[in-house]
């Protein structure tokens, strides 16, 4: 997505069609995608190390609200372009969690990623973060495709993607990542589906503790 993204708008600028104030926002765009491709390539060196993964994250308390909203910017263009119906809910005074927040940056993106990719006709989302046992469950939901029951395990796998995706697929490397992301946090990814109605993700990490 970010290299798509970025070959899209370099091929608009190419073309010289754009006042100031177009090419100034199409620049903050490339910069936006490129930072999110730097996530995506050193979370996959990260992914792929044989050594404990652990030592490439930097954990720290981390604010849920705060990290949605910056998952959500990169991208709202996409959102808004699209028209999509996008509900943010999060608890108040909802504890902050411990985490490395390039890594949680990463797992929410693939979760909007999806949610927006596998949304068809029924362009709604909701987004949230709320306290469950000791942690902070986030959660991206849409009214999109669903899975069925019999891929649910097989999805979450590398390189794995739905029989029904069709041209939207992406690499089969997100959910498995997301999932990886998870268990490296002291935390677990949950995914619900129903086919026709939609797909609730869950990526629950521990809460900070000073």
Same mark, same amino acid.
């Given at each position: 997505?970010?290299?798509?993204?970025?070959?899209?708008?370099? &091929?608009?600028?190419?073309?010289?069609?754009?006042?100031?104030?177009?090419?100034?926002?199409?620049?903050?765009?490339?910069?936006?995608?490129?930072?999110?491709?730097?996530?995506?390539?050193?979370?996959?060196?990260?992914?792929?190390?044989?050594?404990?993964?652990?030592?490439?994250?930097?954990?720290?308390?981390?604010?849920?609200?705060?990290?949605? #909203?910056?998952?959500?910017?990169?991208?709202?263009?996409?959102?808004?372009?699209?028209?999509?119906?996008?509900?943010?809910? +999060?608890?108040?005074?909802?504890?902050?969690?411990?985490?490395? *927040? +390039?890594?949680?940056?990463?797992?929410?993106?693939?979760?909007? &990623?999806?949610?927006?990719?596998?949304?068809?006709?029924?362009?709604?989302?909701?987004?949230?973060?709320?306290?469950?046992?000791?942690?902070?469950?986030?959660?991206?939901? &849409?009214?999109?495709?669903?899975?069925?029951?019999? #891929?649910?395990?097989?999805?979450?796998?590398?390189?794995?993607?739905? *029989?029904?995706?069709?041209?939207?697929?992406?690499?089969?490397?997100?959910?498995?990542?997301?999932?990886?992301?998870?268990?490296?946090?002291?935390?677990?990814?949950?995914?619900?589906?129903?086919?026709?109605?939609?797909?609730?993700?869950?990526?629950?990490?521990?809460?900070?503790?000073?």
């Amino acid at each position: 997505t970010p290299l798509a993204t970025i070959r899209a708008v370099g &091929d608009t600028l190419i073309r010289g069609s754009l006042n100031p104030e177009g090419v100034s926002e199409y620049a903050s765009l490339l910069v936006q995608e490129s930072k999110r491709l730097t996530r995506l390539v050193d979370n996959l060196l990260a992914y792929s190390r044989v050594s404990d993964v652990t030592e490439a994250y930097s954990f720290e308390g981390i604010e849920p609200a705060e990290l949605i #909203e910056d998952c959500l910017r990169t991208f709202r263009r996409q959102l808004v372009d699209d028209a999509f119906d996008v509900v943010t809910e +999060v608890d108040l005074h909802v504890p902050l969690v411990r985490g490395d *927040r +390039v890594a949680l940056e990463l797992a929410l993106d693939n979760l909007i &990623d999806n949610a927006i990719r596998y949304s068809g006709e029924h362009r709604s989302i909701r987004i949230g973060a709320s306290p469950v046992d000791a942690g902070i469950s986030f959660e991206v939901r &849409d009214c999109g495709n669903g899975i069925p029951p019999e #891929e649910i395990g097989m999805v979450q796998r590398k390189f794995v993607r739905g *029989r029904a995706v069709g041209s939207k697929a992406g690499s089969g490397l997100g959910l498995s990542i997301v999932q990886r992301i998870a268990a490296d946090h002291g935390g677990r990814f949950e995914l619900e589906s129903t086919v026709g109605i939609g797909t609730t993700a869950r990526l629950i990490i521990p809460m900070y503790t000073a």
